[in-house]
T-cell receptor
Framework: AQSVTQLDSQVPVFEEAPVELRCNYS??????LFWYVQYPNQGLQLLLKYLSGSTLVKGINGFEAEFNKSQTSFHLRKPSVHISDTAEYFCAVSDQGAQKLVFGQGTRLTINP | EPEVTQTPSHQVTQMGQEVILRCVPISNHLYFYWYRQILGQKVEFLVS????????KSEIFDDQFSVERPDGSNFTLKIRSTKLEDSAMYFC?????????????FGEGSRLTVL
């Protein structure tokens, strides 16, 4: 069965500092990988996705993630965060051909001035 | 920008009552989903719906749950007899051609509180 583990429930960083949000998954088949962001009182918004090809994926708002098959990881990074990046971030995985996403428990990113 | 809209934003109900949560997916989308998030827990898949039938459902989606697309615009989730453990945020989502390689667009959620 698929599962997703986000190793940090909360990550506090200072504004303009780099950040990495960690995500590991388990699956017995080929997968698609996603990062979603949820701003306060809003729905989930897609940040980026890995389907195939280049393992470094760039998304919106300056975020990027790298797919590492050997380590079954899909960590999210941003070189310099802004106050506006304060949100909850969810990693998700889907088996290729399946219709459901399996989510991690989320990481709350807090940006301090 | 087109968006998925959900109503109500918050509903409080008594245990045993029926609840219908409503969603208006993006107009040219063909795949529809319900997810839920119990407070402090993961977002969980409930059901996917395509071509007027359920294409996949989770173990959570038992006989107490049903989905319907009653007209060309709405997509509803019905809980027949609510339990305390049904209290959660319910998210509707839609996509153009299914999950494989396509983005899911989520609504802002409907918070259900069962007393």
């Amino acid at each position: 069965a698929q599962s997703v583990t986000q190793l940090d429930s909360q990550v506090p960083v200072f504004e303009e500092a780099p950040v990495e949000l960690r995500c590991n998954y388990s699956s017995s088949v080929s997968v698609y990988l996603f990062w979603y962001v949820q701003y306060p009182n809003q729905g989930l918004q897609l940040l980026l996705k890995y389907l195939s090809g280049s393992t470094l994926v760039k998304g919106i708002n300056g975020f990027e993630a790298e797919f590492n098959k050997s380590q079954t990881s899909f960590h999210l990074r941003k070189p310099s965060v802004h106050i506006s990046d304060t949100a909850e971030y969810f990693c998700a995985v889907s088996d290729q051909g399946a219709q459901k996403l399996v989510f991690g428990q989320g990481t709350r990113l807090t940006i301090n001035p | 920008e087109p968006e998925v809209t959900q109503t109500p934003s918050h509903q409080v109900t008594q245990m045993g009552q029926e609840v219908i949560l409503r969603c208006v997916p993006i107009s040219n989308h063909l795949y529809f989903y319900w997810y839920r998030q119990i407070l402090g827990q993961k977002v969980e898949f409930l059901v996917s719906f395509y071509n007027n039938e359920i294409s996949e459902k989770s173990e959570i989606f038992d006989d107490q749950f049903s989905v319907e697309r009653p007209d060309g615009s709405n997509f509803t989730l019905k809980i027949r007899s609510t339990k305390l453990e049904d209290s959660a945020m319910y998210f509707c989502a839609s996509s153009v051609t299914g999950l494989a390689g396509r983005e899911l667009f989520f609504g802002e959620g409907s918070r259900l509180t069962v007393l």
